[in-house]
């Protein structure tokens, strides 16, 4: 499948340079990968799908799946980022020991975790490696800080993901508040859409009824992870840190990868919005689909 995948973006940029012609405006005809997680009713990740049962748009336009892969055998490239602000202080022993057995799960020779923390700044505690031994040596040096920089640290793990190639995401431990961030939200969701990025937020609630919680920094990480096709959990207990961690690596092992080259386009807007329906499912399951809301056709200036 990854001979296939480079075979077609090397046909797909030959095509592109034959066919242009030389009074014309250029084409943009880069492939655009969208990766599917598909749960049934009770939340469960589902497997078994088929090319014909995925429906692929980009505003609107039905769009050819030119790859289709299930369970991709892609790298996958993990930001963990763990909050150490001092609001964390309490429940940071318990994140440290719950992010490190999922390190432990998730973890194959092809792929690659880099461990950062963030509080008042944000710091890359271990580049990428698949290497435990020094994971688990960054974990242990995870002290706690002051502040909250939770914005900064989704734009900069995901400016380091947009180096990477295969699958992409980022895992985000923290209580939801965000004090001394340098960018805004709009900001790091870009760098998060443009980064192709797949968002996964444990937000830690040790009292729901806290006067102190940050509801909407809590109602800001639900919505990157929504645009970016991952998802949120609520964590107000050990066991549940590991729920949370278990269900994220039951998704990653079950993705769908869909890649197509993209038909003309009628709109001007930058954003390009992509839809997934399902087709011939069984009916009666409640599949539902999650996958990011779209691409940006230019970099942000950063």
């Not at 009074?23 to 088929?50: C, E, I, R, W, Y």
């Not at 505003?59 to 490239?77: T, V």
């Not at 937020?201 to 991952?230: K, M, N, W, Y």
Request: proline share 3%.
């Amino acid at each position: 499948m990854k001979r296939a995948y480079l075979a077609l973006m090397v046909l797909g940029c030959a095509l592109a340079a034959a066919q242009e012609p030389e009074t014309t405006l250029k084409v943009d005809v880069k492939l655009v990968n969208v990766f599917v997680t598909v749960t049934d009713s009770h939340g469960a990740p589902v497997g078994s799908l088929q090319k014909e049962n995925f429906l692929l748009k980009e505003d609107g336009k039905e769009q050819k799946i030119a790859i289709f892969d299930r369970e991709s055998e892609l790298p996958l490239s993990i930001v963990l980022a763990v909050d150490t602000s001092l609001s964390t202080r309490k429940d940071l022993p318990l994140e440290l020991a719950s992010a490190r057995k999922f390190a432990h799960t998730i973890l194959r020779p092809q792929d690659g975790l880099s461990l950062y923390k963030f509080s008042e700044e944000v710091n890359e505690v271990v580049p990428f490696t698949s290497d435990l031994k020094r994971i688990d040596a960054g974990i242990d040096r995870i002290r706690n800080g002051a502040a909250t920089a939770l914005y900064d640290a989704v734009f900069l793990g995901s400016r380091a993901l947009g180096k990477r190639q295969g699958r992409k995401v980022m895992v985000v431990i923290t209580d939801g508040g965000d004090t001394v961030s340098q960018v805004d939200y709009q900001q790091a969701l870009r760098a998060a859409e443009e980064a192709e990025a797949i968002i996964y937020s444990i937000i830690v609630v040790p009292i729901e009824a806290s006067a102190g919680r940050d509801t909407g920094g809590e109602h800001a990480l639900i919505q990157i992870s929504g645009d970016t096709g991952g998802k949120y959990y609520y964590a107000t207990s050990l066991a549940q840190l590991d729920e949370a961690f278990r269900k994220i690596s039951d998704e990653l092992r079950t993705q769908y990868l869909l890649a197509y080259y993209p038909s003309q386009r009628y709109s001007d807007s930058e954003f390009r919005r992509i839809q997934v329906d399902l087709a011939k499912a069984p009916a009666g399951v409640g599949y539902q689909a999650r996958y990011r809301a779209g691409y940006y056709t230019t970099k942000g200036d950063w």
